[in-house]
């Protein structure tokens, strides 16, 4: 079964500067799709960006990029120029396309992300 | 465009009680679902839909119904309330159960709290 770790529960940034966060996990399959969903103090989940397996490019979205390794299951994420809004908790999120009509996401347990002024 | 909404934010039971958590979507998805969020175990699906009339069991569906009569509409139903159901429960739906990663991307609702005494 496939699973996701986030080994960082916490992390801090300095507002302007860049935060890494970590994601890893476990797979047998060759194609899949990798999240990152942000989750601030109004609960509310929000997609920050999202990556398909077979596509080695790196995706980004603004100030969000990851940097997908798939050969070592890895599937950061890279914050530029921090705000006080990135504040949130961060899910790395995994889905197959193979889960039939499940659609299940299997979730990471997140990292909290502060940013200090 | 309001994407996906979810009555009500907050909610008390009792023990016993049974409640109805809507969820609607006004963005002509095919599919939808149903999550809890618990502290330290991720979010857990519950109950999904793949279209009208069509739902299924997630991984944790004891004590929940559901029914999907239209396409915008997905209540989850709590049959008689239980301390254990105490959680954060949030709606998703993706534009259609499988066809690549932006048809399959789920996008959240706000969440509804409920407290189960």
């Known amino acids: 079964a496939q699973t996701v770790t986030q080994s960082q529960p916490e992390m801090s940034v300095q507002e302007a500067e860049t935060v890494t966060l970590s994601c890893t996990y476990d797979t047998s399959e060759s194609d899949y799709y990798l999240f990152w969903y942000k989750q601030p103090p109004s609960r509310q989940m929000i997609l920050v960006i999202r990556q398909e397996a077979y596509k080695q490019q790196n995706a980004t979205e603004n100030r969000f990029s990851v940097n997908f390794q798939k050969a070592a299951k890895s599937f950061s994420l890279k914050i530029s120029d921090s705000q006080l809004g990135d504040a949130a908790m961060y899910f790395c999120?995994?889905?197959?396309?193979?889960?039939?009509?499940?659609?299940?996401?299997?979730w990471g347990l997140g990292t909290s992300l502060a940013v200090n002024p | 465009n309001a994407g996906v909404t979810q009555t009500p934010k907050f909610q008390v039971l009792k023990t016993g009680q049974s409640m109805t958590l809507q969820c609607a979507q006004d963005?002509?998805?095919?599919?939808m679902s149903w999550y809890r969020q618990d502290p330290g175990m991720g979010l857990r699906l519950i109950h999904y839909s793949v279209g009208a009339g069509i739902t299924d069991q997630g991984e944790v569906p004891n004590g929940y119904n559901v029914s999907r009569s239209t396409t915008e509409d997905f209540p989850l139903r709590l049959l008689s309330a239980a301390p254990s159901q105490t959680s954060v429960y949030f709606c998703?739906?993706?534009?259609?159960?499988?066809?690549?990663?932006?048809?399959?991307?789920?996008?959240f609702g706000p969440g509804t709290r409920l407290l189960v005494l």
């Open positions: 999120a995994y889905r197959s396309p193979n889960a039939g009509n499940n659609r299940k996401l299997i």
């Open positions: 963005m002509n998805h095919e599919y």
């Open positions: 998703a739906s993706s534009l259609r159960a499988s066809g690549g990663l932006r048809q399959e991307t789920q996008y």
